[in-house]
């Protein structure tokens, strides 16, 4: 009998400023996919530390958590689990501070600096794209038209 489970992730959009604009920074996964890095919160933690944790694992970078940018959800089926998932994700606007993407997961397969309009098309999932438009709105509103 397959069963019904609820699973809450938290996770990121990295930005910093170079001389071509703001870029972010996104993961590459299984299946040649390209994502926001997430994962899921732990005992004991809130949304806000799984999201640092999780870029920092995932991506090697480090930053300064700005703002929440907000919050998606779908389904999925598990066949290891015979498990059908209702998953929410969190997501915060995070800014670069320090680390390297040369130093992301072993599971992630590359991270890649995006100038943010290219991200938007680059993201697979359109929930995701979604998150990355709400961050240009937020960036674009704080940091003027410099984009
Ligand atoms: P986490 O990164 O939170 O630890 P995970 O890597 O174990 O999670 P998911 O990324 O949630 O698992 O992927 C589980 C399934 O859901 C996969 O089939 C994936 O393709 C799909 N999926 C992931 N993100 C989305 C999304 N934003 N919209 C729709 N389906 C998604």
Not at 20 to 33: N, P, Y
Not at 35 to 40: D, Q
Request: aromatic share 10%; no cysteine.
């Amino acid at each position: 009998m397959s069963q019904v489970k609820r699973q809450v992730s938290s996770g990121g959009v990295t930005f910093r400023k170079s001389d071509k604009g703001i870029e972010v920074a996104l993961i590459r996964i299984r299946a040649g996919r390209w994502a926001l890095p997430k994962g899921l919160i732990n005992k004991g933690e809130v949304p806000e530390e799984t999201a640092l944790r999780e870029v920092r694992e995932e991506t090697g970078l480090e930053g300064r958590l700005i703002d929440k940018l907000g919050d998606i959800e779908y389904w999925y089926f598990s066949k290891e689990d015979q498990t059908k998932y209702h998953k929410f994700v969190h997501f915060y606007l995070i800014e670069y501070e320090r680390g390297s993407i040369d130093d992301h997961d072993w599971e992630v397969e590359e991270v890649k600096w995006f100038p943010v309009e290219d991200a938007i098309k680059t993201l697979s999932y359109k929930s995701e794209k979604e998150i990355m438009e709400k961050a240009i709105v937020y960036l674009k509103r704080t940091l003027g038209h410099s984009l």
